[in-house]
């Protein structure tokens, strides 16, 4: 936290101002994102809801530098993205944002090791360290080294899905970005996927889960709506009601 005339500010760690997304592809467009301006301060874990097609995945995309916006402008940690070269910004997402999705992307030639290990491989971390690092992210988001090495396709989605935290989590980037990352799992594998993004936030990650459960949404702090592309509003989550607690 930053103190700032005798105030303790909290620090924006992606400001998103008057984002417009419009998809073309030959003479048709589909605007997508129609005026976003969002502002995430550090340690806040937040959830967006919406119905599907008002652009929740092209905000979280945009906001996790996977693409980029038509007109607008995104800051992470106060730097303007657009100002950036190719290098600059694989490098500002290589090292800040961790992306979980909804079918976990996992690669299935390699083992959950060596799925783990991808994003220290451009930080040029030499293996065995490499090895101590994923495990140590493994244990966190499992607790269960023993499936290092195995192939993804031999865990249950669940377990797929912890692997895939674990690979987000290896590099400690400070902001986790999830996209619908308990749709494909039953009750039990989302309250643990949940716990873990609590447990992540408590110790310092900035946490974004887009989601259609509403006992996902009231875990977090803030619910943010989308709807045809624009943030119709904010909704404070019902803790009672988060998966957690029922
Ligand atoms: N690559 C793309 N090309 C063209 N249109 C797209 C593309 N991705 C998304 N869209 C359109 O943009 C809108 C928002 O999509 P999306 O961000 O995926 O919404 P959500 O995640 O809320 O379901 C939808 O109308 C969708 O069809
Ligand atoms: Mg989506």
Redesign the pocket.
Known sequence: MLRRHGVYMRREVVVLEDIVKI?R?GSVE?P?LRGISLKIYEGEFIAIM??????????LNIMGLLDKPTSGRVYIDGIEVSKLNSGEIARIRNYKIGFVFQSFNLINRLTVLENIEIPLIPRGIPRPKRIQMATNALIRAAGDPSWLPKKPNQLSGGQQQRVAIARAIVGEPPILLA?EPTGNLDMASSRIVVKTFQELNKTGSTIVV?THNPEVANCTEKIYV?RD?RLIGEVSPDPSKCILNM
């Open positions: 998809y592809s589909t997508a919406g119905p599907s097609g008002s652009g929740k995945t092209t905000l996209d887009i989308l592309g």
